[in-house]
Antibody, heavy 119, light 112 residues
Framework: DVQLVQSGADVKKPGESLTISCKTS????????ITWVRQTPAKGLEWVGR????????DYGPSFQGHVTFSADTSITTAYLHWPSLEASDTALYYC????????????WGQGALVTVSS | DIVLTQSPLSLPVTPGESASISCRSS???????????LDWYLQKPGQSPQLLIF???HRAPGVSDRFSVSRSGTDFTLKISRVEAEDVGVYYC?????????FGQGTRLEIK
């Protein structure tokens, strides 16, 4: 079975860095994109962006460009979302999802990782 | 950015009746491949979103044929026939025609 298992909840202070992970299994890692989605009560679901594990090509949503970075390690079929400097407004639930190359559809979502940023 | 507007935002339904959710796009979602680049997801309480419909009107594997989509121009309607208790949750549409991909606000379906 295809699975995505995300890292656990994190509590950080503003200005700190953070990396969350998305461990995949059950399919060929380089055949599908990994998309990141943010969920907050105020704004609902937002497309953070995506990474192609085959060549590390990335696309970022305008609100996230320059604030986060994606990476992927093909040896352990894991994708990462990194913040070099967190802000309180980054507090949210973050999902990873495997994404079809043909239709850009988010085929299967991880369980989500809650990030809390508070002083 | 493409804006998706869902309505209603809350939808109480009696079991066995039908329900309809509208997703209106600010522009055409017709891809050059001939399909509409609109997907639908259901987020059940306490769970991650799950794929229901892709490429405008194609049901994902395992999705009941009680779910269907119709389109009129840039207005898409998700219809749920014979609503069941397991259909409860928040329904989202998402456009994947052009980045940044965007979501509708979500429609919360509840059982009366």
């Amino acid at each position: 079975d295809v699975q995505l298992v995300q890292s656990g909840a994190d509590v950080k202070k503003p200005g700190e860095s953070l990396t969350i992970s998305c461990k995949t299994s059950g399919y060929s890692f380089t055949t599908m994109w990994i998309t990141w989605v943010r969920q907050t009560p105020a704004k609902g679901l937002e497309w953070v962006g995506r990474i192609d594990p085959a060549d590390s090509h990335t696309d970022y949503g305008p609100s996230f460009q320059g604030h986060v970075t994606f990476s992927a390690d093909t040896s352990i079929t894991t994708a990462y979302l990194h913040w070099p400097s967190l802000e309180a407004s980054d507090t949210a639930l973050y999902y990873c999802a495997i994404t079809s190359r043909q239709s850009d559809t988010l085929m299967l979502w991880g369980q989500g990782a809650l990030v809390t940023v508070s002083s | 950015d493409i804006v998706l507007t869902q309505s209603p935002l809350s939808l109480p339904v009696t079991p066995g009746e039908s329900a309809s959710i509208s997703c209106r796009s600010s522009q055409s979602l017709l891809h050059s491949n001939g399909y509409n680049s609109l997907d639908w997801y259901l987020q059940k309480p306490g769970q991650s979103p799950q794929l229901l419909i892709f490429l405008g009107s194609h049901r994902a594997p395992g999705v009941s044929d009680r779910f269907s989509v119709s389109r009129s121009g840039t207005d898409f309607t998700l219809k749920i026939s014979r609503v069941e208790a397991e259909d409860v949750g928040v329904y989202y549409c998402m456009q994947v025609l052009e980045t940044p991909f965007t979501f509708g606000q979500g429609t919360r379906l509840e059982i009366k």
